[in-house]
C-alpha cells in the first residue's frame, strides 16, 4: 500500500531534551516536506526537501532541523524543543515539487 | 503574495442537505494549482482533489463535486446528499511556481458538522 509513515504518532517530552520525529514513504516521491498545524495559525512548512541531500526552509524553520540522506525517508529533529512547538507535525511526499502532496497521519507533539 | 480564505469557520447541516464550502484564493502566478484536503476526528489529511489553473472544467466525483472560476478566483466545494460521515475540516490549498517550489498555502479550514 502506498503510504507516508510517521513515527510515533503521540510523543510527550520534556524541554531541551532532543527528540527525532522519522518520516518515511514508500512511492519513490522526491518532494518531501514537513508543516506544523495549530489552532488559529492553520497548516504551515517547516522545511522542505527537493531530493536526496537537498533540502530548504519553510514558513517556520526556527528550532528544527532536517535531513535528507535517502529518498525515502525525512526525518525532523528538534535538536532543544521548547513549549512552543507543542503542535501536530505533518509530513508530505509528492512525485515531484508539481504533483500532490500526500500526507502522512501526523504526530501529536507536547512539550512540557 | 499567496493567500486562501476560507471565510465559513464553522458550518452545521441536517443530513441529506447539500452544503457548499467557499474558497477564494490569491495568487500572482498564472500557473497554479488548488486543491482540497478532509480532515476527519481522528486527525489526518486526506486528499481529495487537485486542479490546475488551465482546466477550468467543474469535477464531479460521486457526490461531491467541485466549482472552479477563475473570473472569481474561487474553488467551491460542494456536497450533496450529506451524510454524518462528512464531518470533518476540510481545508483548501494552493501551491504556485513563485517561490520556485511546490509549497502549499492552506486555508483556515471549515468544520462542517453533519448532524442526523
Known amino acids: 500500500e502506498a503510504q507516508v509513515t510517521q513515527n510515533p504518532r503521540y510523543l510527550i517530552t520534556v524541554t531541551g531534551k532532543k527528540l527525532t520525529v522519522t518520516c518515511s514513504q514508500n512511492?519513490?516521491?522526491?518532494?518531501m516536506s514537513w508543516y506544523r498545524q495549530d489552532p488559529g495559525l492553520g497548516l504551515r512548512q517547516i522545511y522542505y526537501s527537493m531530493n536526496v541531500e537537498v533540502t530548504d526552509k519553510g514558513d517556520v524553520p526556527e528550532g528544527y532541523k532536517v535531513s535528507r540522506k535517502e529518498k525515502r525517508n525525512f526525518p525532523l529533529i528538534l535538536e532543544s524543543p521548547s513549549p512552543n512547538q507543542t503542535s501536530l507535525y505533518f509530513c508530505?511526499?509528492?512525485?515531484?515539487?508539481?504533483?500532490?502532496?500526500?500526507f502522512g497521519p501526523g504526530t501529536r507533539l507536547l512539550v512540557l | 503574495a499567496q493567500k486562501v480564505t476560507q471565510a465559513q469557520t464553522e458550518i452545521s447541516v441536517v443530513e441529506k442537505e447539500d452544503v457548499t464550502l467557499d474558497c477564494v484564493y490569491e495568487t500572482r502566478d498564472t500557473t497554479y494549482y488548488l486543491f482540497w484536503y478532509k480532515q476527519p476526528p481522528s486527525g489526518e489529511l486526506v486528499f481529495l482533489i487537485r486542479r490546475n489553473s488551465f482546466d477550468e472544467q467543474n469535477e464531479i466525483s460521486g457526490r461531491y463535486s467541485w466549482n472552479f472560476q477563475k473570473s472569481t478566483s474561487s474553488f467551491n466545494f460542494t456536497i450533496t446528499a450529506s451524510q454524518v460521515v462528512d464531518s470533518a475540516v476540510y481545508f483548501c490549498a494552493l501551491s504556485d511556481s513563485i517561490q520556485g517550489a511546490q509549497k502549499l498555502v492552506f486555508g483556515q479550514g471549515t468544520r462542517l458538522t453533519i448532524n442526523p
Open positions: 508530505a511526499s509528492s512525485r515531484d515539487r508539481r504533483e500532490t502532496q500526500y
Open positions: 512511492m519513490n516521491h522526491e518532494y
